[in-house]
């Protein structure tokens, strides 16, 4: 049986980051995927010039339709785009039992556009945070939700235990924003903790890194993987990816969703 996979993100019409990432990310990692829009945008690798939140109500409804049909092994929820939308969301994963990656994207990378209202922030933590399996935050990230500085290691500490204490099961702290030779992302998993470093890339296409990423996360489990193989998995292969991106387009692309999986990669999960 195909391991099914489902998000609930917004689409980016240059394919590199939200839906589109994530479903070729499921793809590559021989996922089937289903995916319910949240919002719309007007961009492509040089701009981003509109962003359109769809109703709760139509997001409800494409909730209802997938989950009718199809029982998801994991899912991951991106750009949501109002705290409505969280709400909806969230009721619908927890009342179906599924397990979840968090992605808290809230400001796109290409112009500072705001993904998800300000109201939306208390929805996040009350409803979604404490259904998640896993929360995925970069700095700015983990800032927004936590209202802690996030510049170094441990302050991203700090940002991992605050969302822990905030009802998150499982976080991962992502380095990407923060300074040093290696890219260090922090995963905190029950009393567990653990570094997961990769080199950092002096790379320019970088435009849906988080996605990517956590969509990788979610795929690994949906084959089966433990968190922390999840996470360890996704992690090397999101850096393989920025480093083979395409670089197509005139501004800042995304990254190369056919990078081979290693050997021994997900399938082996199953």
Same mark, same amino acid.
């Given at each position: 049986?195909?391991?099914?996979?489902?998000?609930?993100?917004?689409?980016?019409? %240059?394919?590199?980051?939200?839906?589109?990432?994530?479903?070729?990310?499921?793809?590559?990692?021989?996922?089937?995927? @289903? %995916?319910?829009?949240?919002?719309?945008?007007?961009?492509?690798?040089?701009?981003?010039?509109?962003?359109?939140?769809?109703?709760?109500?139509?997001?409800?409804?494409?909730?209802?339709?997938?989950?009718?049909?199809?029982?998801?092994?994991?899912?991951?929820?991106?750009?949501?785009?109002?705290?409505?939308?969280?709400?909806?969301?969230?009721?619908?994963?927890?009342?179906?039992?599924?397990?979840?990656?968090?992605?808290?994207?809230?400001?796109?990378?290409?112009?500072?556009?705001?993904?998800?209202?300000?109201?939306?922030?208390?929805?996040?933590?009350?409803?979604?945070?404490?259904?998640?399996?896993?929360?995925?935050?970069?700095?700015?990230?983990?800032? /927004?939700?936590?209202?802690?500085?996030?510049?170094?290691?441990?302050?991203?500490?700090?940002?991992?235990?605050?969302?822990?204490?905030?009802?998150?099961?499982?976080?991962?702290?992502?380095?990407?924003?923060?300074?040093?030779?290696?890219?260090?992302?922090?995963?905190?998993?029950?009393?567990?903790?653990?570094?997961?470093?990769?080199?950092?890339?002096?790379?320019?296409?970088?435009?849906?890194?988080? @996605?990517?990423?956590?969509?990788?996360?979610?795929?690994?489990?949906?084959?089966?993987?433990?968190?922390?193989?999840? @996470?360890?998995?996704?992690?090397? /292969?999101? %850096?393989?990816?920025?480093?083979?991106?395409?670089?197509?387009?005139?501004?800042?692309?995304?990254?190369?969703?056919?990078?081979?999986?290693?050997?021994?990669?997900?399938?082996?999960?199953?």
């Amino acid at each position: 049986m195909v391991p099914v996979a489902m998000t609930v993100a917004g689409v980016d019409p %240059s394919g590199g980051a939200g839906i589109a990432a994530d479903l070729k990310t499921f793809h590559q990692h021989g996922v089937y995927g @289903c %995916s319910v829009v949240a919002l719309l945008t007007v961009q492509n690798t040089t701009s981003l010039r509109r962003v359109e939140v769809l109703p709760s109500e139509l997001v409800a409804q494409q909730l209802d339709a997938v989950l009718e049909d199809f029982t998801p092994h994991a899912a991951k929820t991106g750009a949501l785009g109002s705290s409505a939308v969280v709400e909806v969301v969230a009721g619908r994963l927890s009342a179906a039992g599924i397990g979840f990656v968090l992605d808290p994207v809230r400001i796109a990378k290409q112009s500072d556009a705001v993904l998800l209202d300000g109201a939306a922030r208390q929805a996040m933590i009350d409803r979604l945070l404490p259904c998640a399996a896993l929360v995925t935050a970069n700095a700015p990230e983990a800032e /927004w939700l936590t209202e802690l500085q996030v510049r170094n290691d441990e302050q991203a500490e700090r940002a991992a235990e605050r969302l822990r204490a905030l009802g998150a099961r499982a976080v991962l702290v992502k380095g990407g924003h923060l300074e040093g030779e290696q890219s260090v992302d922090l995963l905190l998993v029950g009393q567990e903790r653990h570094a997961l470093s990769a080199p950092r890339l002096n790379a320019r296409h970088t435009h849906g890194a988080g @996605c990517t990423l956590s969509a990788a996360i979610t795929a690994n489990l949906a084959l089966g993987a433990s968190l922390l193989v999840a @996470c360890q998995r996704a992690k090397h /292969w999101v %850096s393989q990816a920025i480093a083979s991106a395409p670089g197509v387009g005139r501004g800042v692309c995304g990254l190369n969703h056919l990078q081979p999986l290693p050997a021994g990669g997900p399938g082996a999960a199953r």
